[in-house]
């Protein structure tokens, strides 16, 4: 890593260091942003083509709402990194279906990824710098070394989980019978305990609950974190009867609920900021070392507030790929009372790209 990598990843290092609550100026966010933005269209070609042919360069682009999004199906055509591949420590692949190819995300160093992972999570899950038991409903980090979200939660299993936490997804399969017992062990201790997991896994846990006509009543600050949606993984369920059903079954009321909305072609992580606040919200706040936009795919301009469109991320932690990208994922912002811009997410819109956003092998020419 030369010194211009090694100057600017310390810049970056020194934003998000500073926590969550310690809000960035405009000015600030557009310098890192455009630093940021400089560096990746000189060294990814495949990116600096893109740019030159839409015509947006560092010497153009005057504010960091101008910078190109990279798509997230450029992830699936393109080695998009600012380093060579073959140094990168971690590689994470999305997920996908069997009939599609993975989009990868490459990271050069860890250490920007951690640092995001770690302030987030902390602000948002453990306000009360609480350390309990970590039920976790994925993979760990060993058994699937190219998910981006088993890497997330083994991180923070590591610097937050108390020593008795645990996985209950192995070899594919979600052991509902260990995590019951778990569950029960909990309850006769009045011990608060920790569930992360996908949407889908919940549902398992929850069918398997009624089926079994088991109810639980875990201990006062036990809480949970899902994330994902369950979309042909099982059968589909709203987030609010989601929620009820941990309350009735779990007894975690929905003030102790929190969705992580995350990508593995992402850094950073989004929470919504119920456990903050005290309050069920479904809103997402964006950490300072990040923006959201809501981009109307038809003109590819930023929606007016609670205008719904495709919700685009800039992530500064993103460093070593692209910092700007254009999801297909659809939602609506708004500032709230303290000025900041957050986001709430409704869904999936496939096949809705923005207007003037194709980054495809036809339409770049890499020299």
């Known amino acids: 890593m030369d010194q211009t990598a090694l100057n600017l990843q310390k810049q970056i290092l020194a934003l998000i260091s500073r926590g969550v609550a310690q809000a960035t100026t405009e000015a600030e966010f557009d310098q890192s942003a455009r630093d940021v ?3 990746q269209y000189e060294r990814c070609a495949v990116y600096r083509a893109y740019c030159d042919r839409r015509k947006q360069t560092p010497q153009s682009v005057a504010h960091w709402k101008e910078i190109p999004a990279a798509p997230t199906s450029a992830f699936k055509d393109f080695v998009l990194t600012c380093f060579p591949v073959e140094q990168a420590v971690a590689e994470f692949h999305t997920s996908g279906t069997t009939r599609e190819q993975a989009g990868k995300h490459f990271l050069a160093t860890l250490e920007l990824y951690h640092a995001a992972i ?3 999570f902390k602000a948002h899950l453990l306000p009360d710098f609480a350390r309990l038991p ?3 409903l994925t993979p760990s980090p060993e058994e699937a070394p190219y998910s981006s979200l088993s890497h997330m939660m083994g991180a923070v299993m590591e610097e937050f989980g108390a020593d008795d936490s645990a996985y209950y997804v192995e070899d594919g399969q979600l052991h509902l ?3 019951v017992r778990d569950l029960c062990e909990a309850q006769w201790a009045h011990q608060p305990v920790f569930l992360l997991g996908t949407a889908f896994a919940f549902v398992h846990l929850f069918d398997h609950c009624v089926k079994e006509k088991l109810e639980f009543e875990m201990a006062e ?11 042909g993984r099982s059968r589909e369920l709203s987030k609010a009867d989601l929620y009820v059903l941990f309350e009735r079954l779990l ?10 909305y995350g990508m593995t072609e992402l850094s950073t992580q989004f929470y919504d ?3 903050r606040v005290g309050k069920r919200t479904d809103w997402k706040a964006v950490p300072p070392w990040a923006r959201a936009l809501v981009i109307d795919p038809n003109t590819g301009r930023e929606a007016a507030d609670n205008e719904r469109g495709l919700i685009r991320i800039l992530d500064v932690a993103n460093l070593w790929s692209m910092m700007c990208v254009q999801t297909e994922d659809l939602g609506i912002a708004q500032q709230n ?3 900041v811009v957050e986001f709430e997410v409704l869904g999936r819109a496939a096949g809705a790209e923005v207007r003037g956003c194709s980054l495809n092998a036809e339409n770049i020419v890499v020299e």
């Open 134 to 136: 970590m039920m976790v």
């Open 273 to 275: 900021a119920t456990l």
């Open 337 to 339: 009372d303290s000025g």
């Open 37 to 39: 933005f400089a560096f």
């Open 177 to 179: 019978e260990k995590l």
């Open 118 to 120: 770690s302030l987030n």
């Open 221 to 231: 600050g036990s809480r949970a974190m899902e994330t994902g949606g369950f979309k």
């Open 251 to 260: 007894g975690i009321p929905t003030t102790g609920i929190v969705n992580e």
